[in-house]
């Protein structure tokens, strides 16, 4: 049973032009959710993060929206550039030991010139 | 520079034996993490550990032992009853209380 889900395996976007990345999750106990970008061969970075107390949260192109009750967050970047080609992961943690992560089975976004 | 290292990046095993791969941090986190990654999956949890000579298992276990005797090292065994060792092996850390891990580059195991 997947608790966070990308729906969207993939999506390509024009330079200059928005990337959203959607997520959804079924768990109410998630309270803290997290993006990271992942280059082939290479482990995740992270991207940018949201607590549950907050709707939105903004970093430079990046912007995380948060709708507790909808279960779904999405990640927009803009403008879009080439070097963001990469694949995105959402995750998420809520109460329990050591504050896991479950991640999304991740979108890989490419930017096209 | 801190960070975390996995070593080596591509591990090449015949199948039945196993096989260590190496984690090392020199960010002073105290928890230690390791993952699994195959292609078109999000990242699954093998075993975690809060403290030194203290670990659990995450949601793949079967198959993985760990050992945490040093702060600094958290190396996973992929023995030989792991039905489906080829993967994609991702390691991280984190300071307990804070919830982002940081992760190393990644050790990619073939099984054949």
């Known amino acids: 049973d997947q608790q966070v889900k990308q729906n969207s395996p993939s999506l390509s976007v024009q330079e200059g032009r928005i990337s959203i990345l959607n997520c959804d999750y079924t768990n109410s106990m998630f309270d803290y959710f997290l993006w990271y970008k992942k280059y082939p061969a290479e482990g995740p970075t992270f991207l940018i993060s949201?607590?549950?107390?907050?709707d939105k949260n903004e970093d430079g192109r990046f912007t995380v929206f948060l709708n507790k009750s909808a279960k779904h967050l999405s990640l927009h970047i803009v403008p879009s550039q080439p070097g963001d080609s990469a694949v995105y992961f959402c995750?998420?943690?809520?109460?329990?030991?050591?504050?896991?992560?479950?991640f999304g089975s991740g979108t890989q976004l490419t930017v096209l010139p | 520079d801190g960070g975390i290292t996995q070593s080596p990046k591509y591990l090449f095993r015949k199948e039945g034996q196993n096989v260590t791969l190496s984690c090392e941090q020199n960010l002073n986190h105290d928890a230690m993490y390791w993952y699994r990654q195959d292609p078109g999956q999000g990242l699954r949890l093998i075993y975690y550990?809060?403290?030194?000579?203290?670990?659990q298992k995450g949601d793949i276990a079967e198959g993985y032992s760990v050992s945490r005797e040093k702060k600094e090292s958290f190396p996973l065994t992929v023995t030989s009853a792991q039905k489906n060792p080829t993967a994609f092996y991702l390691c991280?850390?984190?300071?307990?209380?804070?919830?982002?891990?940081?992760f190393g580059p990644g050790t990619r195991l073939t099984v054949t």
């Open positions: 995750a998420a943690s809520g109460a329990g030991s050591a504050r896991q992560l479950t």
């Open positions: 949201i607590s549950s107390i907050k």
């Open positions: 550990s809060q403290i030194v000579n203290d670990f």
């Open positions: 991280a850390s984190s300071i307990v209380v804070n919830y982002e891990q940081y």
